[in-house]
Nanobody
Framework: VQLQASGGGLVQAGGSLRLTCAAS????????MGWFRQAPGKEREFVAA????????YYADSVKGRSTISREDAKNTVYLQLNSLKPEDTAIYYC?????????????????????WGQGTLVTVSS
């Protein structure tokens, strides 16, 4: 499986972006998906996750209420809608694919829960 993230760019504070992660291979619909981000000099941090069925979605407190994760299995794609963007949202955003047996919210927030990563897409929010 390979993941290709896109949709990043330069946006003013208060603006919106929709990030897209397209997966190749047959395992997408059988996998949990997550979005993480990494700012310069910082560790990769959890942003959002969606379980295999789409039934459960989890968000970091920093983006809760401003973001929506969704998936479209027919297109092997997961999305992250980011609204009311802030300068502190500036980072490279990565999508990850993980095993569906991981159901714990705490585990889904961890980098280790995902075995395949995309190359990342840069989001820059200007003030």
């Amino acid at each position: 499986v390979q993941l290709q993230a896109s949709g990043g760019g330069l946006v003013q504070a208060g603006g919106s972006l929709r990030l897209t992660c397209a997966a190749s291979g047959r395992t997408f619909s059988l996998s949990n998906m997550g979005w993480f981000r990494q700012a310069p000099g910082k560790e990769r941090e959890f942003v959002a996750a969606i379980t295999m069925t789409g039934r459960n979605r989890y968000y970091a407190d920093s983006v809760k209420g401003r973001s929506t994760i969704s998936r479209e299995d027919a297109k092997n794609t997961v999305y992250l809608q980011l609204n009311s963007l802030k300068p502190e949202d500036t980072a490279i955003y990565y999508c990850g694919l993980g095993e569906s047996y991981v159901q714990s919210q705490n585990l889904l927030r961890a980098v280790a829960a995902y075995r395949t990563w995309g190359q990342g897409t840069l989001v820059t929010v200007s003030s």
